[in-house]
């Protein structure tokens, strides 16, 4: 008889440990696919029906995971789901992949994080490995997953179950860099417990890269984000400076992209959008406030992003004022509402604030989205007009918020009356045309 962790190593190694993954949307979803590609047997755990009764059916509900992988796995008897947390028992590691949004007061929502853990401690048994994936900061995973499942189980931590924080770095969208390839940071509580996750996920994935405590872990996924959010809001910042100069931010953007040192990409928006970039810094500013200091940087940032969306709408309102139109009653198309091109996730997507604003202001607004056929959001309840162009002729001013790269942005133009073009999407074409105004 091998000792807890000798044992746990071993099924890790031979992949007979059976995975359980808590949360199976856009992180839980592929992470289960790569774990069963690998060997492993897997079960997803998740309280919404409709997302297990499609995986069990053999069918993917997200771009990024193709129906025929998940159908193979089904097939082979290597993945399957439930809504009943009790299937975590029989588990020998567990990956808590679960949403952390924002309150509307801009505060945490640990409610995702709190529910899993609370339904994992009373399955927890000696021997398992649990990974939280879900961004969130320093300090959640040590501070309140387990005290948890210490308390409820009576197991010890590093004794009897082992405890790492991993942040998810998915990117929807991409095909060059996956859950496979991408790499992995890991931290555990202890030293042994990020080895025994380290060891869980080397077994799948191309890259680990271990770091001493899950502190570190946390932190890196809020650099990470907090690095984008803070650059994207200076970039917004240098559009309103531009605007006010009468410079083309985007040709000053292009131009100083061409210094191959020291100089790092970023455009502008009409907002920040995603489960990611909008949200994870400001988990970290408020993680400071109790500890009496103020992230002046991500605060600045995280105002001039956010107020990117009624930018937007000024320049929308601008646009109709100079062709003698109010925005009251005025026929508005929105082309895209995705948070970003070609994928179908609207998940905190400027969009949905630039229809609100609209509405607010008397506009008419319709939205063209290939990936996204119906929103609802917060009093929204709306349908993509089905027949793009005769739409763009009818309306009194088209607004190209998401650049989805199936568009004919040429025939937009044409058919256009005004267009506002928050992403450069019409290039150099926008420039110079009468009709467009861009951000």
């Known amino acids: 008889m091998g000792t807890t962790k000798e044992n746990l190593h071993s099924k890790l190694s031979d992949r007979t440990a059976r995975v359980g993954i808590i949360g199976i949307g856009y992180v839980g979803l592929p992470l289960a696919v790569v774990f069963a590609e690998a060997g492993f047997d897997v079960v997803g755990v998740d309280p919404a029906e409709d997302k297990v009764a499609a995986i069990n059916r053999g069918e993917s509900y997200i771009l990024d995971v193709e129906t025929e992988r998940v159908r193979v796995l089904v097939d082979a008897g290597k993945l399957r789901a439930s809504t009943d947390y009790s299937v975590l028992a029989d588990v020998d590691a567990v990956s808590i992949c679960v949403p952390t949004p924002l309150r509307k007061t801009g505060d945490p929502d640990l409610s995702f994080i709190a529910a899993a853990a609370n339904d994992l401690a009373p399955n927890l048994r000696k021997g398992m490995v649990v990974v939280l994936e879900s961004s969130t900061y320093p300090g959640t995973t040590r501070e309140m997953i387990l005290p948890v499942l210490e308390s409820v189980s009576g197991l010890t931590v590093c004794e009897d179950f082992f405890l790492a924080f991993s942040p998810e770095r998915v990117d929807p969208g991409r095909t060059d860099w996956t859950t496979i390839n991408t790499p992995k940071v890991i931290g555990g509580i202890t030293p042994d417990c990020g080895e025994m ?243």
């Open 197 to 439: 996750a380290s060891a869980w996920y080397d077994q799948a994935l191309d890259t680990i890269v271990p770091v001493s405590t899950c502190e570190v872990a946390e932190m890196t996924k809020l650099l990470e984000n907090t690095f984008r959010m803070i650059n994207i809001g200076m970039v917004n910042e240098l559009a309103i400076m531009c605007d006010r100069l009468g410079i083309d931010v985007w040709e000053v953007i292009d131009a100083a992209a061409t210094k191959p040192f020291g100089f790092m990409k970023f455009t502008p928006g009409p907002g920040l959008g995603g489960h990611c970039i909008p949200i994870d810094p400001l988990y970290l500013s408020w993680k400071l406030k109790s500890l009496n200091y103020n992230a002046r940087f991500i605060e600045l940032a995280s105002e001039i992003n956010t107020n990117m969306p009624r930018y937007t709408v000024g320049k929308i309102q601008d646009a109709l004022n100079q062709h003698k139109k109010p925005i009251n009653g005025s026929r508005i198309l929105i082309v895209g509402v995705a948070y970003k091109p070609d994928i179908d996730d609207l998940r905190e997507s400027p969009a949905l604030d630039v229809i609100h604003l609209l509405k607010d202001k008397g506009a008419d607004v319709a939205y063209h989205d290939p990936f996204i056929p119906y929103l609802n959001h917060d009093n929204l309840d709306m349908d993509s007009v089905e027949d793009l162009l005769p739409e763009v002729n009818a309306a009194d001013c088209v607004a190209i918020i998401t650049n989805h790269s199936v568009y004919d942005y040429q025939a937009i133009l044409e058919n256009a009356q005004i267009l506002v073009d928050t992403r450069n999407a019409l290039g150099l074409t926008g420039q110079i045309h009468p009709k467009v105004v861009k951000l």
